[in-house]
């Protein structure tokens, strides 16, 4: 069973910045994909940003240039740099990484208010 644990959450004004690590229990060199999506209250999960094998990077159109996405093979870490942030980026954030099967973290929540 692969564990994700995320860290780095909480409250932060508009404009301010925030990092997210989320530690793999399993080492990510094997991967399909990783990264993270998030949920504000009422919406779907939405993808925030992703990592595949290949190496190519895809981020979701509302955080594209204030959000970067980067993985550590050496930690087995998957980490979330959130700049520029806005009261519209508010959502849980999770974890995900994709072995032979879809795994998640258990969410970090993320405030953005002044």
């Known amino acids: 069973q692969v564990q994700l644990v995320e860290s780095g959450g909480g409250l932060v004004q508009p404009g301010g910045s925030l990092r997210l690590s989320c530690a793999v229990s399993?080492?990510?060199?094997?991967?399909?994909?990783m990264g993270w999506f998030r949920q504000a209250p009422g919406k779907q999960r939405q993808l925030v940003g992703l990592?595949?094998?290949?190496?190519?990077?895809n981020y979701g159109d509302s955080v594209k240039g204030r959000f970067t996405i980067s993985g550590d093979n050496a930690k087995n870490t998957v980490s979330l740099q959130m700049n520029s942030l806005k009261p519209e980026d508010t959502a849980v954030y999770y974890c995900?990484?994709?072995?032979?099967?879809?795994?998640w973290g258990q969410g970090t929540q993320v405030t953005v208010s002044s």
């Open positions: 990592i595949t094998r290949g190496g190519s990077i």
């Open positions: 399993r080492s990510i060199f094997n991967m399909y994909s």
């Open positions: 995900y990484v994709q072995f032979d099967r879809d795994y």
